[in-house]
């Protein structure tokens, strides 16, 4: 019997590739004896090569024009049998047409030729975990597992934080700031939470220092962590509190009882955080959400118990 050779595909940004996490560990389930390889870009590579998952990553999930060739060459010589397209995209579902057609591997995704097309009408209407399920399914995949980060540790103790704290997450898309709670109304509740007694810590891209230092009343790790990092704060913290933005989908799959603002710019019904305790407040304008309603979610669920 041939050994099972699986390739995935996910080239999303953060918020999509933790959304991925129950998936792969179903695809891993279903293949337990497997090589399976993950194609994916390079800020996740390193990451998820320490998953439980893969035995292989590759990091030129997104060539540019002149170097798919050499990806086309790496696909044919590397011998898949299938292949589960998590991307389902209009790039990742031409990778199809790389391989030889003769030679093909089994195919699950929405690329035209696949052996195991996703031909659900509702897929857009899903929420992106499970969409990925739904497909998994078709191609005989029924494990659904959760996203279990177990795996990515990290010492805080560089951070010197104290045993109570709070993360703030006020960044998101510099070219979406309709996605942002203003900047005043995080500085606001981190002096709220800074009088109930948790130490708010703002957490962020290097490009978001600016926030944080409009947030005084905060601790500033904004640029200072790593995907393990953000996992190990997320184990340890109290409460997060933030934008729709990859951080918070990271912390809330960690388990921090997280509560997540979103505007009317995308809908959580499709895309927000999955974990064990995850809430959502929406507004169309996120400057019309208050720091009363934010401080009332928090007490009505208990995070800053």
Known sequence: MTAENILVIKLSALGNMVLSLGPFAAIRAHHPEARITLLTTPPYAGWLARAPWFDCVWADGRPP????????????????????????SGRSSRYLRLFSRHARPEWSGIAPGASHPDRRDDR??????DRQFAQLAQAGVNERCPPDLGWATADLAPFALPARFALLVPGSSAHRPGK??????????????AARGLTPVVLGSAGEAALAR???????????????????????????????????????????????LFSGESDPALCAPRGPDVAVLQRPVLAALTLDEVQAALVSDRRDA
């Open 65 to 88: 024009w002149w170097a798919l060739p050499a990806l086309a060459r790496r696909l044919r010589g590397a011998g898949f049998t299938r292949v589960y397209d998590l991307q389902t």
């Open 214 to 260: 409009d947030i005084p009343a905060a601790r500033d790790l904004t640029g200072r962590t790593d995907f393990d990092q953000l996992a190990a704060l997320g184990r340890a913290a109290a409460l997060a509190v933030g934008n729709d933005t990859g951080p918070m989908h990271l912390l809330a799959a960690a388990g921090c009882p997280s509560l997540v």
């Open 180 to 193: 942002r709670w203003p900047v005043a109304r995080f500085a606001a509740l981190a002096e709220a939470l």
């Open 124 to 129: 857009d209407r899903q929420h992106d975990i």
